[in-house]
């Protein structure tokens, strides 16, 4: 019970960002939180546990591709 309330606020604090770099700034630093992808398509888990609704498709445009990079320090 408490890991699905700890994945609802973390849902509700990911809608509270305002970029793309937000997204991936609160993902990376969250403890127990990853962004996971295979073959192209990606969704985020806790503590190894798929977040309902984090599904998504590709990233597909340069500017999110260069937030990728900024924050990998390249």
Do not use: H, P
Request: aromatic fraction near 12%.
């Amino acid at each position: 019970m408490l890991a699905v309330v700890i994945m609802e606020q973390i849902v509700k604090e990911l809608k509270a960002c305002k970029t793309f770099y937000e997204f991936l700034v609160y993902i990376r630093d969250t403890e127990g939180l990853e962004l996971v992808q295979d073959n192209g398509w990606y969704w985020l888990e806790y503590n190894g546990e798929e977040i309902e609704g984090t599904g998504k498709e590709r990233f597909t445009t340069s500017s999110e591709m260069n937030d990728l990079l900024r924050l990998a320090g390249l």
